[in-house]
């Protein structure tokens, strides 16, 4: 069986910590998009980790991680992490890189980090891991396989072909020094030894898996409002975030897809640019940004605080729909225990007509929200086991949330940590 978790929003619902969670029943766990660009961050028995590349279910030694073929994937990234873990006490994952992954080229960083400078105050906020460069290449057929790492001759020549172009680009467009052939063969030859004893026909491996009734579980990076076809374009991330796209870059048949898992936040946060309807600021900004999360609404990979608004109806509805949910994973409801009341953005204003359906990026720029208020919990609520057990007010939160998104929110986060789940039969 194939279960896919999925963000609803802009990323960051935490479900690094949903992945973890459900890995325990897990036999494979598979990064189907994205690259290094954002990050997972994890709290466990191990203790607490960031991850970028590998999927979330690597600290089990029961789990195969799988990075599967619609990934970025930097290598020595990918190697840096794992070491990372293996020293501090996390058992050497079984890994299996799909040969149908492209890689990210040193170049990929460079012209992301030159076209952001570029922009100057027009740049979309990159995180400058050369995610964009490294798509439309992908898409304009100039990108580089794992397997491609393998026949040198051909390789060399493409990569003269190839840095060719890219040094009309850096001499005139950017003004920066050109691309040593030499140097970046070298550098993939490195990244071939590295990547070499991974290497798996992964679309082969999970067809045989799913026939042997294992347990694959495909991890999404980002949310449904970062993806380039049916997010916030262009303020977008460049591979698509939604669990359909699991079945490409997992290369599994989208049949096999029975569960999608949306996680969905009690609160909202960004990052980067684009429009953000619920946004707020100040110190009610601050305040849920320094309590958000643990320890903080700062990005994983970058530390840079995070953009706080309030729970977005009409954008959670379109990110669930979005994505096919079956089941809601709400996290961080813990977070809200400060709050007397708490403001809900229940619809958006555009054009002086009210709306719950989630417009296309110009109008979106003009909504402004719609809040209702709902009364606080004022309890900590970490701990809880039973969702009988929550104080009225939080499940009416609840509550209300699930009935206005419409679909049901069968697992309730009331903490980082691994336990801190509240299953609810539905
Ligand atoms: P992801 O990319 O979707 O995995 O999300 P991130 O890891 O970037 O952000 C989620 C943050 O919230 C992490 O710091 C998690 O440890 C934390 N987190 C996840 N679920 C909960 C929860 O229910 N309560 C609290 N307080 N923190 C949570």
């Known amino acids: 069986m194939v279960n896919a978790v999925v963000g609803a929003?802009?990323?960051?619902?935490?479900?690094?910590?949903?992945?973890?969670?459900?890995?325990?029943?897990?036999?494979?766990?598979?990064?189907?998009?994205?690259?290094?660009?954002a990050g997972h961050t994890i709290v466990n028995n191990y203790g607490k980790f960031a991850l970028h590349t590998l999927p979330s279910g690597v600290f089990?030694?029961?789990?195969?991680?799988?990075?599967?073929?619609?990934?970025a994937l930097n290598v020595p990234l990918l190697f840096k992490e794992v070491q990372g873990l293996v020293e501090r006490g996390v058992p050497a994952p079984k890994l299996l890189v799909s040969d149908r992954a492209q890689?990210?080229?040193?170049?990929?960083i460079l012209f992301d980090q030159y076209e952001e400078e570029r922009l100057g105050g027009n740049s979309f906020g990159s995180t400058k891991s050369g995610i964009a460069p490294f798509y439309s290449d992908k898409y304009a057929k100039i990108g580089f396989q794992v397997s491609e790492l393998f026949d040198e001759k051909t390789l060399k020549e493409k990569l003269e072909r190839v840095c060719a172009t890219k040094n009309v680009l850096l001499e005139h467009l950017y003004h920066k020094p050109k691309l040593d052939t030499q140097e970046i063969f070298e550098e993939l030859m490195r990244y071939k030894e590295m990547v070499a004893p991974y290497v798996c026909d992964v679309s082969l491996y999970l067809w045989n898996a799913i026939a042997e009734g294992k347990n694959i579980l495909l991890e999404g990076q980002l949310g449904s409002l970062k993806d380039p076809d049916h997010g916030i374009?262009?303020?977008?991330?460049?591979?698509?975030?939604?669990?359909?796209y699991g079945?490409?870059?997992?290369?599994?048949?989208?049949y096999e897809i029975k569960k999608i898992i949306t996680v969905c936040k009690a609160y909202s946060s960004a990052v980067g640019a684009g429009a953000f309807v619920s946004e707020i600021f100040g110190e009610e900004a601050d305040e849920l940004r320094r309590r958000g999360g643990d320890g903080g609404e700062y990005g994983a990979t970058t530390g840079r605080p995070r953009r706080m608004g309030w729970f977005d109806v009409v954008a959670s509805k379109y990110g669930c729909r979005i994505q096919g949910t079956t089941d809601v994973a709400f996290t961080v409801v813990d977070v809200?225990?400060?709050?007397?009341?708490?403001?809900v953005c229940i619809g958006y204003e555009i054009d002086g007509k009210i709306t719950t359906d989630f417009p296309t990026t110009s109008l979106l720029e003009k909504a402004k929200p719609v809040i209702e208020v709902l009364p606080g919990w004022k309890t900590d609520i970490r701990g809880i086991k039973n969702y009988e057990d929550l104080p009225e007010n939080c499940r009416k939160y609840i509550e209300y949330i699930e009935e206005k998104i419409g679909f049901p929110i069968t697992l309730i986060s009331n903490g980082p940590g691994r336990d801190d789940i509240i299953y609810r039969n539905k």
């Open 9 to 37: 929003n802009w990323g960051d619902e935490g479900k690094g910590k949903i992945t973890d969670m459900l890995a325990k029943e897990a036999d494979i766990i598979v990064r189907f998009q994205g690259g290094a660009n």
């Open 60 to 71: 089990y030694e029961h789990t195969t991680s799988v990075i599967g073929n619609g990934v």
């Open 103 to 108: 890689i990210v080229m040193p170049y990929h």
């Open 233 to 244: 374009y262009p303020m977008v991330t460049s591979s698509s975030t939604l669990a359909a």
């Open 247 to 254: 079945a490409i870059g997992a290369g599994v048949p989208p």
């Open 336 to 343: 809200l225990g400060y709050l007397d009341e708490i403001p």
